[in-house]
Structures are given as C-alpha cells and as structure tokens.
C-alpha cells in the first residue's frame, strides 16, 4: 500500500479519536469511560498486584509529581532536530547559497526559546503566601459561580483568592492559575504566563523556520536536478514519468542516494533507477 494511502488513514484515525474523545468527554459516564474501565478491571486480575503497585507508583511520579523527566526529553528533542538540521540541512543550504541570515534565523529562535524557556520554569507563577494573600485578594472579583468567596484550601489553609487554584503537583496555589506545564515542571500562572507565551511563540517559529528551510532546499535540488523530466522504474520492471506524488512519497519511505550521471532511489525490495542523466556528486551526497 502507497505510503500516501497510508498517511491518509492515519489522518483519518487521528482525527476521528480526536473527535470521539471530544464527544464522550462531555459525558459523565461515556461508553468510552466505562471500556477503560471495564479492561481495568479484567487487567487486574491478569497483571500480578506487586507489579501494579509498581507501575502505579512510577505513573503517579511521572505525571502527579514535580519531575526533570520531560524537561530533559525537551532539550534531547531540541537537540536532535538541531543536530539533523545542522548536519543534513545548513551545511547544503550554505553551499546553494541560501542567504546565511535565513539559516541562522533558527539558531537565533533557538536562543530566543531557550531564554523563555528558562525564564517559564525558574520564575514565581505567582504563589499565594500569607504575605500577599491579602493583596492578591483584591485584585478579582468573586464571581458567584465558579469562584466564590470563603472557600478555604485544606491544603495551604488559606481563603482562595478569585481565579487561583490549589496545584497538586507544586502543593502551593497559583494565582490567575492556568495549568501546571510538565514541559518546563513549572506551574503557568499570573505572574509566568508572558514567558510562557513566548516560549510556545518561538516554539512555533521554530518549527516553522526549519519547516521553511527544509522545503525550499529540497525544491531547489529537485529543481537543479531536473528531476521531473526523469522517469523511474518500479518493483515491476514498469517505466513511469516522475510526478510530485511519487518524489513526496519517495522523500519519505525510501533512502534517496546521489550517483553521478544517474540518480537512484533504494529500498529493501526495489531499486527505482532514474533514466534522465543529471549532473550530481556521487552517493550518498545532497549536494547538486
């Protein structure tokens, strides 16, 4: 099956899950609430009890608790896309003679993240204390509804200012509490929310920058090769003219090699040779 069909369904399924959690969230007992539920229950008796404690006690670390664990799958994340980036990217670009202010603009969006990213974590969220619970009090109006006044946390033992909420993982509450962000083990409140949104605003510029870059490097090869004025042979024996869906596909399900004066594409079970002559350096090279 064409790794497109494939991606398709995976879209498809991606999407409908979204969907079906969407709806049965709004439920207080869904049927998707009561098959965890049920499957629970039959593990239970499969699964021995030591190793249920176990894997329970590891969760609740993980996810109930302050934890460096995604802060240092953030950085390895961050480092390995950089590290591709810088290898099978930058180095190719400034040979085509990208302009070198494009190809720093990730690195300088990098810095820019890592100085939020920084600040989000190591910076007050705005924890209520005794200090200042009478001044954080005043700034919002009890509404009546989703806060009302005289509910004291048994946690802090305090009156709950409007807008604040008792965080589970960090113990304290939060004023202008929005959520506590595993990413940066920190809480996002009042006094952070600007870092936070700066980060995720050079998280997304980022992305999009090395995104930009990636595909107007691999449109310059294709178009330095003459590469759509080829043809190609499939895994049976057929001859076909190169297209766009062809070349998407191949850039990802099949390990591309450069020879000279041929260009050929090689996977397990075929070898898809290209009949146009091109001028390119010899394999397994990106340069044109």
Known sequence: M?????????????????AL?????????????????????????????????????VLHRLFHTRSCLFVVLHIAVQAAVYGEYTWE?????????????LLLLPYLLLAGNMGCFILCSRANPGIITKSNHASLVKIYAYDGVLFQKG???????????????????????????????VWVNNCIG???????FLYLFTLTAMAATIAIITAAFLIQVVL?????????????????????????????TQQMWFIKNDFTFQQPSTVVTFRKQLTILEAPSWRC
């Not at 080829?230 to 049976?236: A, E, N, T, V």
């Not at 057929?238 to 998407?248: D, P, T």
């Open 224 to 252: 330095l090769s003459n590469m759509m004025h080829g043809s190609y042979i499939d895994d049976q024996g057929q001859e076909h003219a190169v297209e766009i869906l062809f070349l998407i596909q191949a850039a990802f």
């Open 89 to 101: 990217v930058f180095v190719y670009c400034w040979e085509l003679q990208f302009h070198l202010l």
């Open 151 to 181: 509910i004291v946390c048994p946690t802090c033992n305090m009156e709950k200012p409007a807008r604040s909420k008792h965080c589970s993982f960090c113990s304290t509450c939060v004023h202008r509490f929005d959520h506590h962000c």
């Open 2 to 18: 064409d790794f497109l069909t494939l991606f398709l369904i995976y879209l498809c399924f991606v999407f409908a899950t979204v």
């Open 190 to 196: 009042a006094f952070n929310a600007k870092y936070f």
């Open 21 to 57: 959690l969407c709806i049965c969230s709004g439920r207080k007992e869904s049927f998707l609430t009561r098959s965890v539920n049920g499957a629970s229950q039959v593990l239970s008796f499969v699964i021995p009890t030591q190793l249920q404690s176990v894997t329970q006690r």
